[in-house]
Every structure is written in structure tokens, then in C-alpha cells.
């Protein structure tokens, strides 16, 4: 099936009883058993929901995947995916990750005895040379948040392959509508679906996406024994914002071309990083393994004070974390999502102090163009 047809219909069917046609929302905590050790596959709420079950087969036939497991956040799926490995062994981590993925290794997982490399995975010469006898996981995003630089997936499984390492992939930015890191043979997928999966800005929620089953089998457990799972409210309104998943990215991804083609030409900013651009350093990339290039552009304004002053002026854009949604945000990822990153080490990646980060959400692009322009002057 196509990807809307599967948006619309992959893991759910009408309601058995009334024909509902939308999945209804199993709100119940617990489940009434016919006699001591038996009942109908449901157990307790934690352990199995029906409206999480489809929402996991939904997000997992439009990642090419055979399995998904759901979480409460994007961040805990992060956190679910650290029971891969064990005290001693080594992760190799994109250098520019969001914020919130560097903390959590960094200062909390580090704590725990694993050990991260912090690698520019646009070059995968990189990987190779970071690899040790004792490196287990690679994880990767790409693009990545904020500065939009692409890692090669299919080059990266390849070394992931030889030197029998397990790849993930944080697609959130692209979604799976524009890129499927399991086609391109990487193991794992993870989205924050609070993101463009979801994309109403009213969830927030994580997804993982796999083929391997032993990797399932351990995600699966995990999800239960930690718990921390989405609300089934949380999974229906999910469910309901893929359907229109395929429309809302062309939208997104079309005027983000036209949004980054206005900063190029208006001149007002001195780099404007984003994929779809002929003069981005991997723009054949993006074209080799995306469909799409997204709807997220960053900008340096080469001057704190103007940033600030356009972060302060604009009025359709909303001052804000977060991103994927259908309302456009702006943020400044030096001092919002990316806080946690020691200022030399954002700087080394181009994430300066005057860097700005645009969600191109779905509004016109003229009232875009012209909140920006009205609010430089
Ligand atoms: O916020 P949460 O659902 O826990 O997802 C974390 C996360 C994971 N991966 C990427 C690429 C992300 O961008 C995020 C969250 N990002 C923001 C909140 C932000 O404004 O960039």
C-alpha cells in the first residue's frame, strides 16, 4: 500500500461491536479476567492498551518496520534504548543531537557506567575511526536538530554491519514520510512523535521502529518493566494525526523551500543552513535518502542583538521549544534546546549565540515571509 493508505489505515480496523470506524480510546487501567490465569490477552493497562497496539502497528508499517513500541516521550524512548547495552560498553553519538539526547547521556547515563564518543558523523570516516573493541550502539540523527547536517545512512549501516554494531536512527525531523532509516539498512528508528507525527502540538510522545526482533523482545520488556508508557488519550490523538502525516509534510516541506529561498535572497542572514538548498554540503544526500527536505531551516543573523530583536518582533511565528507542529516556531537553540551543550562545543558545530532556528509550520507563506521581514525592520 501507498503511505497515505497506510497513514489512514495500518493498524486499525472499525470497532467489532458498534463499527466505529475510528479506534476508540481504551481508557481503563485494568482488564476483567474469566478465571484465575485466563482473560483475553489483556492484562493490566501498563502492560497492554488496544488503542497503543494500534497506534504502534500504525507508525511501524510507515516506517517499513515490523515492530513499534511506544513511549510517553521522545526522551524516554532515548532512555528505553540505553537497555541495549551494559555498564563498560561504548556508544557513538552524532556530535550535534538535540539538547535534551546530550544531556541525557551525558549527564545521566554517563553516570551509569557507558561510555559516548561525540563523533561528526557527516563523515563516515568518523565512525570507523571511533569504533573500540568495546562499542556496541551508534546512534545517529540526521538532519540534525539544530544545524541540519545529514549523515549518510546507508553508508553508516554498512559499518555498522561489518563490525556487528546496532544503528539507530532519530528521524524526527523528517518523519517517516520523507525517510525510512530501516530501508536504508540501519536497525532502529526513533521519533519524537510530540514532532510531525503527531504535529498539532498537543502530545508529547516517542515511538521506536525495528525488524529485529531481539531488539523488540528487549524494547517491548522494557517498556513494561519501566513504564513509561503514553496515556491511551495521548496514542488516539496520535493515531488521528498521521492520517494526515502525507499533506501536512508536502505543505511543511514546500513552503520551508520557499521560507529558506526569502532568508537567501532578502540577504539579512549570514548562513542559512538547510537541506533542500543547491549550496547546503550534502544537498545530493538529502536527495539520495530523503523525499523531501523538511520544514525545519536554521539561520545565523551574525549578531546576537539582531536575532534577539527578531525573535522579540515577530507575530505569526510563536517564540518557542519544540518543532513539526502546524503553527510555525522560532527558538534560539543556544539558549533553549541546546543549553546543555557546553558553549565550545556548540560553537565548534557553527550553533552560535546568533543562531536561529525556524519551524516552518503550515500558515501562508506570505504572512511568514512578511511576520519576518516586518519584524527585522
Ligand atoms: O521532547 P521529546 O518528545 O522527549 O523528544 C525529544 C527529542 C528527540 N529527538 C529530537 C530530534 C528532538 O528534536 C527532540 C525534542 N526536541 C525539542 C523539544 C526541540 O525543540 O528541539
Given at each position: 500500500m501507498g503511505f497515505s493508505t497506510d497513514a489512514i489505515h495500518a493498524g486499525q480496523h472499525p470497532d467489532?461491536?458498534?463499527?466505529?470506524v475510528i479506534t476508540p480510546i481504551y481508557q481503563t487501567s485494568t482488564y476483567a479476567q474469566q478465571e484465575l490465569g485466563r482473560n483475553k490477552g489483556y492484562e493490566y493497562g501498563r502492560t497492554h492498551n488496544l488503542t497503543r497496539q494500534c497506534l504502534e502497528a500504525n507508525i511501524a508499517a510507515l516506517e517499513k518496520g515490523k515492530y513499534g513500541v511506544a513511549f510517553s516521550s521522545g526522551l524516554a524512548a532515548t532512555h528505553a534504548l540505553m537497555s541495549l547495552v551494559k555498564a563498560g560498553d561504548h556508544v557513538i553519538v552524532t556530535?550535534?543531537?538535540?539538547g535534551g539526547t546530550f544531556r541525557l547521556f551525558e549527564l545521566i547515563m554517563k553516570d551509569y557506567g557507558l561510555d559516548f564518543s561525540w563523533v561528526d558523523t557527516t563523515d563516515l570516516r568518523n565512525i570507523k575511526n571511533a569504533i573500540k573493541q568495546n562499542t556496541k550502539l551508534v546512534y545517529l540523527e540526521?538532519?540534525?536538530?539544530?544545524?541540519?547536517y545529514l549523515t549518510d545512512l546507508e553508508g553508516a549501516a554498512r559499518i555498522c554491519r561489518e563490525n556487528n554494531l546496532i544503528s539507530i536512527v532519530d528521524n524526527t525531523f523528517m518523519s517517516p514520510y520523507f525517510q525510512n532509516p530501516l530501508s536504508s539498512g540501519c536497525d532502529i528508528a526513533i521519533h519524537s512523535s510530540t514532532k510531525y507525527i503527531n504535529g498539532h502540538s498537543d502530545v508529547i510522545g516517542g515511538i521506536i521502529v525495528t525488524n529485529n526482533e531481539k531488539v523488540h523482545e528487549r524494547i517491548r520488556y522494557v517498556q513494561n518493566a519501566i513504564g513509561a508508557v503514553p496515556s491511551p488519550f495521548d496514542c488516539w490523538l496520535i493515531l488521528r494525526s498521521t492520517k494526515t502525516l502525507a499533506v501536512r509534510m508536502e505543505r511543511h516541506n514546500q513552503n520551508a523551500i520557499k521560507f529558506a529561498g526569502y532568508l537567501i535572497k532578502s540577504g539579512m542572514a549570514a548562513k542559512v543552513y538547510y537541506p533542500g538548498l543547491p549550496d547546503h554540503p550534502q544537498h545530493e544526500l538529502a536527495k539520495k535518502q530523503m523525499r523531501g527536505f523538511g520544514g525545519m531551516i536554521s539561520a545565523d543573523f551574525e549578531d546576537v542583538e539582531r536575532a534577539k530583536m527578531l525573535l522579540k518582533n515577530v507575530r505569526v511565528f510563536t517564540l518557542g521549544e519544540s518543532l513539526g507542529g502546524v503553527e510555525s516556531l522560532i527558538s534560539h537553540p543556544a539558549s533553549m534546546t541546546h543549553a546543555s551543550v557546553p558553549k565550545e562545543e556548540r560553537e565548534k558545530m557553527g550553533l552560535t549565540d546568533s543562531l536561529v532556528r525556524f519551524s516552518i509550520g503550515l500558515e501562508d507563506i506570505e504572512d511568514l515571509i512578511e511576520d519576518v521581514h516586518s519584524a527585522m525592520k
Open positions: 467489532e461491536v458498534t463499527g466505529a556530535n550535534n543531537v538535540y540526521t538532519p540534525t536538530n539544530p544545524m541540519l
